[in-house]
């Protein structure tokens, strides 16, 4: 069972920047790694994709050129930062992993391991 855990929420001012921790101790091998966020009376969505092997990295149009995804494969870490936020980007982030490319690089069943959760929380 491949568990993931995030790190690295918290409150922060719009304008601000935060920078979440995603540890995957056993990462999907030939897959890659994706955040995702669920904020309250909407459906969760995708955020951001990076494969474990290359550079191709993929982003929701709502955070593109603000959030940065990142990963660090020696230590079986994925980073998501976060800047010029809004408060628009309040959420709980999720990190996930998951090794179909078959399906859409934004579709929540494209992942099969997903971690608790952590909360972002943008004052105005």
């Known amino acids: 069972q491949v568990q993931l855990v995030e790190s690295g929420g918290g409150l922060v001012q719009a304008g601000g920047s935060l920078r979440l921790s995603c540890a995957a101790p056993?990462?999907?091998?030939?897959?890659?790694a994706g955040w995702f966020r669920h904020a309250p009376g909407l459906e969760r969505e995708f955020v951001a994709r990076?494969?474990?092997?290359?550079?191709?990295?993929l982003y929701a149009d709502s955070v593109k050129g603000r959030f940065t995804i990142s990963r660090d494969n020696a230590k079986n870490m994925v980073y998501l930062q976060m800047s010029s936020l809004k408060p628009e980007d309040t959420a709980v982030y999720y990190c996930?992993?998951?090794?179909?490319?078959?399906?859409?690089?934004?579709?929540?069943?494209?992942?099969?391991?997903w971690g608790q959760g952590t909360q972002v929380t943008v004052s105005s």
């Open positions: 996930a992993s998951g090794s179909n490319w078959r399906r859409a690089y934004y579709a929540i069943v494209a992942y099969d391991y």
């Open positions: 056993r990462r999907t091998f030939g897959g890659y």
């Open positions: 990076i494969p474990w092997s290359g550079d191709s990295t």
